[in-house]
């Protein structure tokens, strides 16, 4: 893959608060030879359990850092993968090279690189427009969900919150990640909002965060509609597996389409409201991780 790619220094991602996780990489996915993807893999590789946890825009596997302490003190093994374009993952320097398929095809191979199996999907965001998706041909490999603040990209009419982030996104070439999350997030330390800027030392490095807003399928011609259709009927018919949800109640955009969420995803029981949280349920995360493994009988 012959692409014009920059990729972050690694210094600028020293010394992050509650963040003591080993990179990871690797940097041979089928179909992305060259590309290096930054991962985190924690606790014991033959573990009944795995949390894949996938993060949005225009955050990275930063955003758990609240949630893998739960998942491993249940003797899980956590994966928290960077899309590319994010953290410390490779990031393609032209918008146009970001697209679902382009992002969704690496995700299946990352999972099929190492191997993933009894995956307990961890989602929000865009972690969840793409990961929901996986229903449609991986959900042999999906035991568990937990899902917040996300929907399936299945070309619905889009909110106005919705338009209005998207439209501020495309005039605002250099998002200031770190702010937004400040903004969003009230209880963030200034040292916490600058690991969210730490893979973007300037514009040209945030190439897939300007991009991810534009790819939302907000109609049915979109690209990932029909693989999300047949996600959703998998969710909704198929999986048998152990769900939880969690809602960012302040969340303008996707707080009042979760109950849409939790109507198609088979046997979801009913959600945990956080009503302090916003869009980032994450950063409220430690609660979430231990609701959801009592509800599971851990």
């Known amino acids: 893959m012959m692409l014009e790619v920059l990729r972050t220094d690694d ?30 893999d924690e606790g ?14 225009p955050t ?3 955003l758990y850092r609240r949630m893998i302490p739960a998942f491993l003190e249940s003797g899980a093994r956590v994966i928290a993968p960077d899309f590319f374009g994010f953290g410390r993952s490779d990031k393609p320097v032209n918008d146009d090279e970001y697209t679902w398929e382009f992002h969704r095809e690496s995700l299946t191979s990352f ?7 009894n995956i307990s999907l961890v989602v929000q965001d865009w972690g969840g427009l793409l990961g929901l998706s996986l229903g449609a041909d991986m959900g042999d490999r999906i ?25 501020y996104v495309a005039r605002t070439p250099d998002l200031p990640v770190g702010t937004l999350m400040s903004r969003t997030v009230p209880h963030l330390t200034p040292e916490e ?5 730490a893979p973007f030392p300037d514009t040209t490095f945030k190439a897939g965060v300007r ?6 399928p907000t109609d049915p011609s979109f690209d990932g509609v029909e693989t999300s259709e047949r996600a959703m009927e998998w969710w909704s018919n198929e999986f048998g597996g152990k769900s939880f949800m969690a809602i960012g109640a302040t969340d303008p955009v996707l707080a009042g389409v979760m109950p849409w969420v939790r109507e198609r995803i088979q046997g979801c029981p009913a959600p945990l409201v956080l009503d302090d949280a916003g869009h980032f349920v994450q ?16």
């Not at 014991?44 to 825009?57: I, M, R, V, Y």
């Not at 035991?143 to 917040?148: D, E, Q, S, W, Y």
């Not at 950063?283 to 851990?298: D, H, I, P, Y």
């Open 143 to 167: 035991a568990g969900l937990i899902v917040m603040n996300t929907t399936f990209a299945v070309g619905e009419e889009p909110s106005q919150g919705f338009l209005d982030w998207r439209d």
């Open 283 to 298: 950063e409220w995360g430690e609660v979430v991780a231990r609701e959801a493994l009592k509800s599971w009988q851990r």
């Open 44 to 57: 014991p590789k033959d573990a009944s359990e795995t949390f894949l946890c996938l993060h949005g825009q």
């Open 60 to 62: 990275w596997a930063y």
């Open 211 to 216: 991009s991810f807003p534009q790819l939302v």
């Open 111 to 117: 999972i099929e690189k190492l191997d993933l199996r």
């Open 193 to 197: 909002a600058a690991a969210y800027d």
């Open 11 to 40: 210094d600028r991602f020293a010394d992050l608060p509650d963040w003591p996780y080993q990179p990871r990489y690797t940097a041979d996915l089928a179909g992305y030879e060259g590309l290096r993807m930054h991962y985190v």
